[in-house]
């Protein structure tokens, strides 16, 4: 095929609601530009998207897909991204290597939840948007309450360029307002007959266009100026001015389009190859020191390897942008993540599964390679004249966890290899060996999201394996002060050993006074501080090492001995072994002995006169809480706020967002285990929420005390 120039590229994200009709948009679009001779469905399992066959078996699209169609002399990168909230991470990458989002939306629901989410997106990585309204032929489609719905929840930028003369079964027509001319379809779509505008269309029509023309001349002076005087543009005008409007995000064009008859995406193809910008029209992208880097195919040539894709009788499949310079065919990079030198064998441009060879790609072009050696997802390969690394994609937390492990645990270390594997496919699976849990834990968008991984490994890999609710990370702290001592001493012949550690444990928070005088059933303790050391816990919170030690009852070499003990206790609570954090602890006597006192000795006597004194301070247990935004249509937000106060959630605000309500909540981990499918089933799968860690706070008593007597239970089944 042609070498495409950076000038003639543009590359567009195509996104939207499961069932806003991606995939049947995809094989329209291929097929109107000749890549692809038939027109595949979703029912035959035979589409350039949704090729893989977790996706045939669900049908959902669970990857994003590359293509590419060639229009005017112009070449149009498109990713097809997966419209379920639990596959966002395709979105999110598409989004970063793309330059135009294009939102599609089903006629007959119009802005969803989805929507929202994936404008969102565009918003915060600046993208230009066009919202395309689909399958027009549905007897429930409302184009015109899905513009106001649209004007609602993004405002006056909504510009229709194109209204449908008819929805429902009868939709053959729609007048296009930047043309001002009618198109009309015959039953198989395709080519259309293109026509004045009919009389009892005129005033309709003219009132969008001037609204039209007023929102173009708007992102340009000269336009402004030219429209104050004349009232009007000409077409090359409204197009730059709509360009310009794109760019900026001053403007989100409507489009229409019936994909499963082929009707309107002819006149889409053109609009995107006519006015969506370039990519040298695009903001340059700055690489991780902050560089501004312009897409210049005579610059140094630098990859950027956004997406991995496993394909039987092939392996890994690796897409890449090309950033910078321009990249050929037996070409020597340096990969300058992992430092590795790889060639790339082989270029490829992409429809989906099917791959056609090239020679050469140029900067802001798209393209895939197979082979290579050592390239991860995120990775960037330069030659020797760049020292590029790229790393602006970031990608939402985690809302769903399993534990995982293998049926067979001979087949551990495998399930792990896999594991890894798909998680360069697919970034937002997180895969975590939990030493305080002691589980493998597989974090994800969803249930359905972790249901796929769990197909693929059992269908694909031949590996069976179990998934069951994950343990939560308490801890444990203290309330109140507490003394205790402890006498370690062992004689069986030979040197004994001989430690005794007198301390007292109490709350830590900053800013606290040093330690003065305690009194415990009656006597006083006087502290006279030595040396006080401050530990930050790997989990979270701190342990304050006081020494207060007087007329050297306790040699100081044997102070390291005592903290080691107490450090052994605190990653292992006695209420529940979970870690135990903010404790300060005073060592203020004690005694040794002159042969039989070493280092184990005080480690013994300080572990176990820090676990007598812990039990003795009012110990509790802290859980995790996290901040829940949840963004749901008002008709159900009773059923949502019922349900989170259920799981122990404290509302602490609500607000209206883009034609959603959003509620704000404190909720404990515990609790969400199951939150994303509990939500996906109140409200019919129009909710989504995102969650992050807020911080610990105490448990309620009640629940303490279950948490406590399963985990005596369970201590007494392993004894």
Known sequence: MKVYQTNEIKNIALLGNDGSGKTTLTESLLFESGIIKRRGRITMKNTVSDYFPVEQEYGYSVFSTVYHVEYNNKKLNIIDCPGSDDFVGGAMTALGVTDTAILLLNGQYGP??????????????????I???????????????CVERLKEAYGSKCIQIQYPIETGPNFNSLIDVLLMKKYSWGPDGGVPTIEEIPA???DKAMELHKALVEAAAENDETLMEKFFEEETLTEDEMREGIRKGLAARSMFPIFCVCAGKDMGVRRLMEFLGNVVPFVDEMPQIHNTRGEAIAPDPNGPTSLYFFKTAVEPHIGEVQYFKVMSGTVKEGDDLTN???????????????????????????????????????????NTLNDKNSENRFNWIKYPNPKYSRAIKAVNEAETEKMMQILNRMSQEDPTWVIEQSKELRQTIVHGQGEFHLRTLKWRMENNEKLKIEFSEPRIPYRETITKSARADYRHKKQSGGAGQFGEVHLIVEPYYEGMPAPDTYKFNGQEFKMNVKGTETVDLDWGG????????????????????????IMQKLERGPLTGSYARDVRVIVYDGKM????????????????????????????????????????????????????????????????????EKLQAKVPLKELSNYSTALSSLTGGRASFIMKFASYELVPGDVQNKLVAEFEAQQKDED
């Open 112 to 129: 969803e939840v989805g929507t929202q989410n994936h404008f969102r997106y565009t918003e915060k990585l600046g993208k230009p948007v």
């Open 131 to 145: 919202f395309l309204v689909n399958q027009l032929d549905n007897e429930k489609c409302d184009y015109d309450l």
């Open 200 to 202: 009892d269309q005129m």
């Open 336 to 378: 300058a993540d992992r430092g590795s030198k790889e060639r790339i064998a082989q270029l490829f441009v992409c429809a989906g599964a099917n791959r056609e060879k090239v020679e050469k790609l140029v900067a802001g072009d798209i393209g895939c390679t197979v082979k290579l050696k050592d390239v991860k997802t995120g």
């Open 542 to 565: 701190k342990m304050v090492f006081v020494n207060s030690i007087v007329g050297g009852a306790i040699d100081a070499r044997f102070l390291p001995a005592i903290q080691k003990g």
């Open 593 to 660: 002995h002159p042969v039989d006192s070493n280092e184990l000795s005080f480690t013994l006597a300080g572990r176990n006169a820090f676990s007598e004194a812990f039990k003795l301070a009012g110990p509790k247990l802290l859980e995790p809480i996290y901040d829940v935004e949840v963004f749901v249509p008002s008709d159900r937000m009773g059923d949502v706020m019922s349900d989170l106060q259920g799981r122990r959630g404290m509302i602490i605000g609500m607000s209206s967002e883009a034609g959603y």
